[in-house]
């Protein structure tokens, strides 16, 4: 079973919220070899607490390894300039983006896919160094997906109430996201039984 952690997951472990007891079971049942975890290498470009962002790949590394998911397998997402950090990226052929604009319209219907788009609704000039805050965190979220659907994930793992709007999820379980389950949560790892206890 193949479950994915978004960057909301991570914060959870080093802040130690109310779901990082259960996602340290997760990490035990990982380590156990009954299920398999993966995180998302966009989540290495999601904006940090102090509003920065990470300038290498290796803050990433770090910061996961601080909460115990320094081993678990990392998924590289489709390669976007000033976002995505180098040899942890994909280039993107026809389908993937096909695939990434499904998943966009489904998250985000106002906010337009292209950024030069967007930047010219919203008066932006799109040759800033700076990203718009608003589109980076929804590419961020629909990357993070992406990455769970493409490499076949069971379930994908998120606090994020718009994965978990009925319509939404229900869309996203078609395009291939198994399942997607918020925290506190259980799996029991007997063959293929699930059980989730969400709030």
Request: proline letters at 4%.
């Amino acid at each position: 079973m193949k479950l994915t952690l978004d960057t909301n997951c991570i914060i959870d472990l080093e802040e130690n919220r109310p779901a990082a007891p259960f996602l340290h079971t997760l990490i035990s049942y990982h380590d156990n070899q009954k299920i398999d975890l993966r995180v998302v290498a966009i989540s290495a470009s999601e904006r940090k607490p102090d509003g920065t962002y990470a300038t290498n790949f290796a803050e990433f590394r770090e910061k996961i390894a601080l909460v115990s998911l320094g081993h678990v397998e990392i998924l590289a997402p489709i390669c976007y300039l000033d976002m995505a950090f180098v040899d942890w990226c994909l280039l993107a052929d026809e389908q993937m983006v096909k695939l990434e604009r499904k998943i966009h319209e489904i998250l985000f219907p106002r906010i337009d896919f292209e950024y030069g788009t967007y930047c010219k609704i919203h008066g932006i000039d799109p040759n800033d160094e700076k990203i718009d805050a608003r589109w980076r965190n929804a590419k961020c979220d629909v990357l993070a997906i992406w990455c769970h659907i493409t490499n076949g994930g069971d379930i994908f793992v998120t606090s994020d109430r718009n994965f978990h709007r009925p319509a939404k999820k229900t869309q996203l379980i078609q395009l291939g996201a198994g399942d997607i389950l918020t925290t506190p949560y259980r799996i029991l790892c007997n063959g293929t039984e699930q059980k989730s206890l969400e709030a």
